[in-house]
């Protein structure tokens, strides 16, 4: 049964979130170590919340057409998902309310609220793709605290990415045409000039002058190198199959995308260690599909 409730909350694509948090926490300033990881675990219930609500909401179209998945193959109950999913949501909101106070109870529940949306109503309407974005880069916000308005730029970057990612999502099951992969294409190349872009003016952390520039320029790039290969080849031949490559990587370039604006805003280090996540979140997807 564990194994079964891991495949449904798609453990391991949860390497990909605590970056969001490191990102606007870095922005902020505010790099305290207990607040970091409270605000980190709180992000992660409430990720978890969201993909158990996503397949609980999809159980009847995933009973036609990924009959392999936890609920139509009857491996969990449906109850026991929504369960899941309200236990986690709640959870997570306790987390961020004893990690960050007010301020990120509120982004956080804002951030839920969301992610609930999404998955009930939003998803398969042409909002579907912006609510998602808007999770993501809320996400971000939640890490910067009271200073929200210091990590607009990473949350925008984190927003922007994810828009692409899900426009192409649709496609997944029966392919699609190039218009979503070309759209993804063009924002990971806006990203990357804008991550590229020097020193976060005003940053709360100080720039790390040229050892910050270097590690900023190294993680864009393999941003840039995790996620444009596939989605040249999904606008090439946008079939279902490629289109899901083009995802996973999408989902796993958030890595050294959160790291590389973590380094801009002042802490290469941290940025360094973040990547460190990419490999792992790669190997675990081989035994537990992100997507």
Same mark, same amino acid.
């Given at each position: ?26 922005? $902020? ?111 971000? !916000? ?13 949350? !925008? ?117 973040? $990547?460190?996540? !990419? ?13």
């Amino acid at each position: 049964m564990l194994k079964d409730l891991v495949e449904l909350v798609r453990a391991p694509a949860a390497l990909t979130v605590p970056g969001d948090v490191l990102a606007g926490a870095v922005a $902020a300033g505010d790099l305290r170590p207990g607040r970091m990881a409270g605000l980190s675990a709180a992000s992660i219930c409430i990720y978890w919340a969201g993909m158990a609500l996503n397949d609980w909401a999809d159980r009847e179209v995933d009973a036609v057409e990924r009959p392999e998945r936890p609920i139509p193959s009857g491996r969990v109950p449906a109850g026991t998902a929504l369960g899941l999913a309200t236990g986690l949501t709640a959870a997570g909101l306790a987390l961020a309310a004893r990690a960050g106070g007010r301020s990120a109870l509120a982004t956080s529940a804002v951030l839920a609220a969301t992610a609930w949306s999404y998955d009930l109503k939003a998803k398969n309407t042409p909002a579907g793709p912006v609510f998602m974005a808007a999770a993501r880069a809320l996400d971000v !916000l939640v890490g910067a605290g009271d200073q929200r308005r210091r990590a607009w730029a990473p949350a !925008l970057a984190v927003g922007t990415h994810i828009l692409g990612v899900t426009a192409m999502s649709r496609g997944e099951v029966h392919g699609s045409t190039p218009l979503p992969a070309r759209g993804a294409l063009a924002a990971t190349s806006a990203i990357t000039a804008a991550t590229l872009g020097g020193p976060v003016r005003g940053a709360a952390v100080e720039p790390a002058g040229v050892a910050g520039l270097a590690a900023t320029a190294v993680l864009t790039g393999l941003f840039a190198q995790a996620v444009a290969p596939a989605q040249v080849a999904a606008a090439q031949e946008p079939s279902g199959p490629k289109l899901r490559r083009a995802v996973g990587a999408g989902i796993h370039g958030l890595v050294p995308l959160q790291a590389a604006w973590c380094a801009r805003a002042g802490a290469p280090r941290l940025g360094a260690a973040l $990547a460190v996540a !990419l490999p792992m979140a790669k190997a675990l997807a081989r035994k537990v599909s992100p997507t």
